[in-house]
């Protein structure tokens, strides 16, 4: 049976911003771009939420709802150290860590053998340390696997623990609401809350043909989750899909003359992130991105035909502009990734 463990730091980027300036503490604070311009908020402290502010919210919008909130650029540098200060502790317990982000990470202390094993005591270890030494709180969820583990070390937010025992493993499933189930974004909800499902015990009542006609594929996921299955191993190298670059401007771009016009930038910043990830030797498309000012948005792509082209990006950006002909919030621009094993496969083919 495995231990695993999900740790997520509460209101990450802006609990390290209240930790190096205590005046911080009890004002409103969001990490993001200035409201004046088309910022978002990467993440906001639990006083600002008070109003309704949210992480990926436009700035404008959350100042809005909350004159008084302070809005921090950010210190990127400053949030990956105290992330790397983190997984130092974890790695005193297990070297079977998958990280989601700066901030978020399942462990699996299956093996461990501290604390005589115990996986509750281990998170509460780790999340005493990380307050003591880091100056920030963390979450946690303890469970059997990795969809029980993540949902857990929500429940008791912020600055809690909840660990979900073998014994109450189905009583915990059964009120689990199913918009927690990672892949059920909006439309599913809407879906399921027609069908008269809002918990997982409702989920597990469905007729799995009922789910296939409504969810494909993603039937056999929502049944296995419903009942707390998860056979998902804690993984510890995640495989990059994909590397590129946005730019969201801060007026609409009016033609396709001024949105290609924005493409060198865009595209020497790309280079920068491809020699940085040492990753040129797994490129296999071109990828476009464009967000018109209405949100509507689309892709495009297209396979890398001998040596990597800039002028492959130009055309890629008349075509999808094309598509709706309206004023660009947005551009992106990047590689799709061939994982690695994909490469061996074409190494030795089948015969």
Request: charged share 25%; aromatic share 6%.
């Amino acid at each position: 049976m495995r231990k695993v463990i999900h740790i997520d730091a509460d209101c990450f980027y802006a609990a390290v911003e209240m930790r190096d300036d205590p005046s911080l503490k009890d004002l409103p604070v969001a990490i993001g771009g200035p409201s004046n311009s088309r910022g978002v908020l990467a993440t906001a402290n639990y006083k600002a939420r008070e109003f309704g502010v949210r992480s990926a919210m436009p700035s404008s919008l959350a100042k809005r709802l909350c004159p008084d909130l302070l809005i921090i650029p950010g210190n990127m540098s400053k949030y990956r150290e105290a992330s790397q200060q983190m997984h130092e502790i974890f790695r005193d317990y297990t070297d079977i860590i998958e990280p989601l982000s700066l901030d978020e990470a399942y462990l699996d202390v299956s093996n461990s053998t501290a604390f005589g094993g115990s996986a509750t005591l281990i998170a509460q270890d780790i999340r005493k340390r990380i307050e003591c030494s880091i100056g920030i709180t963390v979450s946690a969820g303890v469970a059997t696997n990795k969809f029980l583990a993540k949902v857990a070390s929500d429940w008791n937010k912020p600055n809690g623990i909840k660990a979900v025992t073998p014994d109450e493993l189905q009583s915990f499933v059964e009120n689990i609401p199913v918009a927690r189930i990672s892949g059920v974004g909006k439309v599913a909800q809407e879906k399921l809350q027609r069908m008269g499902v809002v918990v997982c015990r409702d989920l597990k009542a469905v007729p799995l043909e009922q789910l296939i006609k409504s969810f494909g594929s993603m039937a056999y996921r929502l049944l296995q989750f419903s009942q707390g299955i998860d056979d998902r191993p804690v993984q510890v190298s995640r495989e990059r899909k994909s590397v590129s670059v946005e730019h969201t401007f801060a007026h609409d771009l009016n033609s396709v003359d001024e949105s290609v016009a924005q493409l060198p930038n865009i595209l020497e910043e790309l280079k920068i992130r491809v020699k940085r990830n040492r990753c040129e030797q797994h490129i296999c498309k071109y990828y476009l991105k464009l967000k018109f000012n209405d949100f509507t948005q689309t892709t495009i792509e297209r396979p890398i035909v001998g040596k990597l082209e800039d002028s492959v990006f130009t055309a890629l950006l008349i075509e999808a502009h094309a598509r709706h002909n309206k004023p660009v919030r947005l551009i992106g621009a990047g590689y799709r990734l061939t994982p690695p094993i994909l490469k061996q496969l074409e190494l030795f083919p089948s015969h």
